[in-house]
């Protein structure tokens, strides 16, 4: 079954990586653009944002051919629910559309996942005291969390390659686990989503060619929802259980743009502003003010997302609020550890430029002393001896 995996995880990234170009191209001849404001955006140049056609065709056209003949009974409301998105993410990045519109489009596709799919969320293993939920209870709170995580997802692209890299990570990480509780025909979804984030990647990094936009990232995030909700469904019915906390663990794979989006909530709450309204106060733009680059910032957030993943995998078997707690002070201390390290970086940096500069000046003394001296013919070794500062 592995062979089903790698062929659509291939085929998905083959299928991105040739359609990206293609798009780019016909993007800049009608001159659909997303043109930089100098302000919230932080491309310089004109870009391309129908970078989610690619994803989109990469994903269905490679589970269409390597999982298409054992798709799963709830296959058809996927397609419909990410085709849905898929249309109005495309209008979107073409003409705008408005928030409550998508809003409605979201809970649309969010419903014929849940309540004609089946797939929400069973349980959640403990944690706040709340072990398996009622469906008529745990469906509406799905498609909630779905368009929650949906929006959240939507708003850590920022930067070039962040939204592809998390994402990326996060649904190899789902197939993963998928792959570990049995559930073969979903793990091919999410390794073909995977694959096809790869061959956007290759587009999208610093400086992009092209970004996701809401095409890709309103088709990703739901399709990372999806995936999650599958993770703990399958977990329940594994021979082996191996994520004895899984709605813990998949919250651990999300927990990136999670804690960013409830992060900035706050801010605009203790600032009296509207949740709703934008800003620059989300992690990529405190990193970038940090000095960090696009690449930079990517390295952290990929960093810290693959660290709390591992560490929560290591702490399975611990108590679920002591995992939980684990993560979260983990994502809590990103940004902190992330601009130490930065002003470290920094103060070695002017170090070594002061220590250059000392050098330099050093140096020209030495030679305008030594032209002085051999003028009033006196040997310059005698006068300036060689010194060593040891802390140079």
Not at 232 to 246: C, D, F, G, K, R
Not at 306 to 312: E, F, G, Q, S
Not at 338 to 350: K, N, Q, S
Not at 370 to 375: K, L
Request: net charge positive.
């Amino acid at each position: 079954m592995i062979i089903y995996i790698l062929a659509a995880f291939t085929l998905g990234g083959v299928i991105a990586a040739f359609s990206i170009p293609r798009v780019i191209h016909l993007s800049v001849r009608k001159k659909l653009m997303d043109l930089p404001d100098n302000g919230r955006k932080q491309h310089k140049a004109p870009t391309p944002t129908l970078g989610g056609v690619g994803i989109f065709f990469g994903f269905v056209l490679s589970i269409s051919i390597v999982g298409g003949f054992m798709a799963p009974d709830y296959f058809p409301f996927l397609i419909a629910g990410i085709t849905l998105l898929f249309i109005v993410g495309i209008k979107d990045d073409l003409m705008g559309v408005s928030a409550k519109k998508k809003l409605v489009a979201q809970i649309l596709a969010s419903v014929m996942v849940v309540y004609g799919g089946g797939i929400y969320i069973p349980e959640l293993g403990g944690l706040f005291g709340i072990n398996s939920i009622p469906a008529y209870l745990s469906q509406p709170f799905s498609v909630f969390a779905m368009v929650i995580i949906l929006n959240a997802y939507n708003l850590i692209d920022g930067v070039d390659g962040l939204a592809g890299s998390v994402g990326f990570i996060a649904s190899a990480t789902l197939g993963t686990f998928l792959f570990l509780n049995g559930a073969v025909n979903e793990a091919i979804l999410a390794f073909a989503l995977a694959g096809a984030l790869g061959g956007f990647l290759v587009y999208n990094f610093e400086p992009a060619r092209i970004f996701m936009g809401d095409t890709g990232s309103m088709v990703v995030g739901f399709l990372l929802a999806m995936l999650a909700f599958n993770v703990m469904q399958t977990n329940l019915t594994a021979e082996i259980v191996y994520l004895p906390a899984s709605a813990v663990m998949v919250f651990g794979v999300l927990i990136i743009p999670m804690y960013d989006t409830l992060r900035v909530i706050l801010i605009r709450l203790k600032n009296r502003q509207s949740p709703l309204n934008p800003d620059a106060n989300h992690m990529h733009h405190v990193l970038m003010k940090s000095g960090y680059s696009h690449r930079g910032i990517v390295l952290v957030q990929a960093t810290a997302s693959l660290i709390i993943i591992t560490t929560a995998f290591i702490l399975r078997e611990v108590n679920v609020h002591i995992l939980f707690g684990v993560m979260a002070a983990q994502a809590i201390l990103i940004l902190p550890v992330a601009r130490t390290m930065m002003h470290i970086i920094r103060g070695r940096e002017e170090e070594a430029y002061m220590r250059q500069i000392r050098l330099m000046t050093q140096a020209r003394d030495n030679a305008s002393d030594s032209i002085h001296n051999q003028q009033n013919g006196e040997p310059s070794s005698k006068k300036h001896p060689v010194t060593y500062n040891l802390f140079e």
